[in-house]
């Protein structure tokens, strides 16, 4: 442990280039994902990934509450991420703060992108994200879960979006921070990816790199996408086509 000031901060990268949990800079964390793990909404997922535990469901297309959102030639997509106040070491004062606020707005936008809303003029499509236990990325976390969950509910969308942050930690690109390298990394940098056009949907930054890091990171978050994307789709697989038992 080295110190800056009264607080501790953990070595995040070793002389061999390894991680604070042992992984490589371009290493995802263990991801298991469920579809449709909820008996009453529509679509539904739960994602565990690394130490993040977050459940998605999905309702609609549906009536719009309140009615005059209503939308005459779309449905529109509305998005509530909310984290526990059991899921951060320091209870969080429950309800939606401004950091809920934002995520809801940027993922909701994110998934605008890609649904084809056209297709349902007058209703709702109303995305429930919940963190039960939270450990960074979990915006990322809630997107993937989300993304499921609206596969599951059978609502049609160009794609679906796997979503990941790469961050800065000791200078050195890393793919998927902890909660260690996200509050004691140089940057981080959550983002949803269209797999089938390479377009990203949400793109947010925290902190500095400079233009060739920034390359760097995209190329890394890129390509984890790519691979999360497969756990999806097998995910998906593995509900439909009979492979796994599901609790609903
Ligand atoms: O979770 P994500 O990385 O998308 O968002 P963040 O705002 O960068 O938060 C990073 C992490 O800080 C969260 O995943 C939580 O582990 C933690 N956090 C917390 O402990 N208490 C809060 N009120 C908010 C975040």
């Keep these: 442990m080295g110190s800056v000031g009264a607080k ?7 002389p061999e280039g390894l991680r604070i949990d042992g992984r490589k800079l371009d290493e995802l964390r ?6 449709g793990a909820l008996h009453q909404a529509d679509g539904s997922a739960f994602v565990e990934w690394g130490a993040n535990k977050v459940m998605a469901a999905v309702y ?3 009536e719009v509450h309140p ?3 209503q939308q005459n030639n779309k449905a529109i997509v509305q998005c509530r991420y909310n984290m526990a106040a059991f899921s951060v070491d320091e209870r969080k004062r429950p309800g939606l703060d401004r950091r809920s606020q934002e995520i809801s707005k940027v993922i909701a936008e994110a998934f605008e992108s890609v649904i084809f809303a056209e297709e349902f003029p007058r209703t709702s499509i109303d995305v429930y994200i919940e963190v039960l236990q939270a450990n960074a990325g979990t915006r990322c976390a809630g997107i993937v879960a989300a993304s499921v969950a609206l596969a599951d509910a059978g609502i049609p969308m160009v794609d679906l979006l796997p979503a990941v942050a790469v961050g800065k ?12 390298e996200d509050n004691f990394g140089e940057a981080d940098l959550p983002m949803a990816l269209v797999p089938q056009s390479g377009r990203l949907v949400l793109l947010q930054m925290e902190g500095h790199m400079t233009r060739d890091e920034l390359a760097k990171a995209l190329d890394l978050g890129v390509s984890g996408c790519r691979s ?9 697989r593995d509900r439909y086509a009979g492979g796994t038992e599901v609790a609903a």
């Design 8 to 14: 501790e901060v953990p070595v995040l990268l070793s």
């Design 30 to 35: 263990s991801i298991r994902i469920v579809a």
């Design 60 to 62: 609609g297309p549906r």
């Design 67 to 69: 009615r005059h959102l």
């Design 169 to 180: 930690v000791s200078g050195a690109i890393a793919l998927d921070l902890k909660k260690e």
């Design 228 to 236: 999360i994307y497969e756990k999806m789709k097998q995910a998906l």
